[in-house]
């Protein structure tokens, strides 16, 4: 973890997109030092998120991981999915460990019945939603348009568009009925421009600011904020892997 304070990198608003973004770079080059399961939280007494319930998608390593550790680290309850359950339980039990507050279960954001479990578990433990980081998603490999197979096309678009459409689809309703609500959604400088040879990943990118544009417009009148942030590591688009 780094010394810099996510009081300090956080203020702007529940996880607003810069500051939220600068805090996971941190963390992430902290938890690339070290293996995930030496990794530890230091939970801040009375910290910025203490008593929030914080829903995390593709948080067994990467940004999610570090997301987790950071909102942990803060106070906030965590409660987190990713497809490998072994490495899952080994974070949460890590958070726990150094004083936090986390909860992992197995969930794939390309299967539906996965994604509404998964939302609901999380209501039915804890009672409310404040904050979900829709997170998880999956990088392609290099390759021209023509040589793409369509398989990897279905798979990244699957991943990283539908996850997060199902996400939102399960999260906004709980969020309706509370009165409140906060999500921020992992999107990519690829959202903005093109890359050669990531046709899929920039093409899922852009349909996650879509999608984050559009549910913004649709309940910004329900008092739930919905953004997106970017993150580019070195020159090359980066997310978590599930």
Same mark, same amino acid.
């Given at each position: 973890?780094s010394?810099?304070s996510?009081?300090?990198l !956080?203020t702007?608003?529940?996880m607003?997109?810069?500051?939220?973004?600068?805090?996971?770079t941190t963390?992430m080059?902290?938890a690339?030092?070290?293996?995930?399961s030496e990794?530890? $939280?230091?939970?801040?007494?009375?910290?910025r998120f203490?008593g929030?319930?914080?829903?995390?998608?593709g948080?067994t390593?990467g940004?999610?991981e570090?997301?987790a550790r950071?909102?942990?680290d803060e106070g906030?309850?965590?409660?987190?999915c990713g497809?490998?359950?072994?490495?899952?339980?080994q974070?949460?039990q890590?958070i726990?460990?150094?004083?936090g507050k986390a909860?992992?279960?197995?969930?794939?954001?390309c299967?539906?019945?996965?994604?509404?479990?998964?939302?609901?578990?999380c209501?039915?433990q804890y009672?409310?939603?404040d904050?979900?980081?829709?997170n998880?998603?999956i990088?392609?490999?290099?390759n021209t348009? $023509?040589d793409?197979?369509?398989?990897e096309?279905?798979?990244?678009m699957t991943?990283?568009a539908?996850?997060?459409f !199902?996400s939102?689809?399960y999260e906004?309703?709980?969020?309706?009925r509370?009165?409140?609500?906060?999500?921020?959604?992992n999107?990519?400088?690829s959202?903005?421009?093109g890359?050669? $040879?990531?046709?899929p990943?920039s093409a899922s990118?852009?349909?996650?600011l879509s999608l984050t544009k559009v549910?913004? !417009?649709?309940y910004?009148?329900?008092?739930?904020r919905?953004?997106a942030?970017?993150?580019v590591?070195?020159i090359h688009?980066?997310?978590?892997?599930?």
């Amino acid at each position: 973890m780094s010394n810099i304070s996510r009081r300090q990198l !956080l203020t702007t608003g529940a996880m607003g997109a810069t500051g939220f973004a600068t805090a996971v770079t941190t963390q992430m080059a902290s938890a690339n030092a070290q293996n995930s399961s030496e990794a530890q $939280t230091r939970v801040t007494p009375n910290g910025r998120f203490t008593g929030k319930v914080v829903l995390i998608t593709g948080a067994t390593s990467g940004i999610g991981e570090a997301t987790a550790r950071a909102f942990a680290d803060e106070g906030a309850t965590v409660h987190f999915c990713g497809r490998r359950e072994s490495l899952g339980k080994q974070v949460a039990q890590s958070i726990r460990s150094a004083g936090g507050k986390a909860t992992y279960q197995r969930a794939d954001v390309c299967i539906e019945e996965d994604v509404k479990a998964f939302v609901n578990a999380c209501m039915e433990q804890y009672g409310h939603i404040d904050i979900a980081f829709n997170n998880a998603g999956i990088e392609s490999t290099p390759n021209t348009i $023509t040589d793409r197979s369509l398989e990897e096309w279905i798979n990244v678009m699957t991943t990283n568009a539908t996850g997060v459409f !199902l996400s939102m689809k399960y999260e906004i309703p709980h969020m309706v009925r509370q009165g409140r609500g906060v999500i921020v959604n992992n999107a990519s400088v690829s959202g903005h421009v093109g890359f050669a $040879t990531i046709a899929p990943y920039s093409a899922s990118k852009h349909a996650v600011l879509s999608l984050t544009k559009v549910a913004a !417009l649709e309940y910004s009148d329900k008092n739930i904020r919905i953004n997106a942030f970017l993150l580019v590591q070195s020159i090359h688009p980066c997310c978590a892997v599930l």
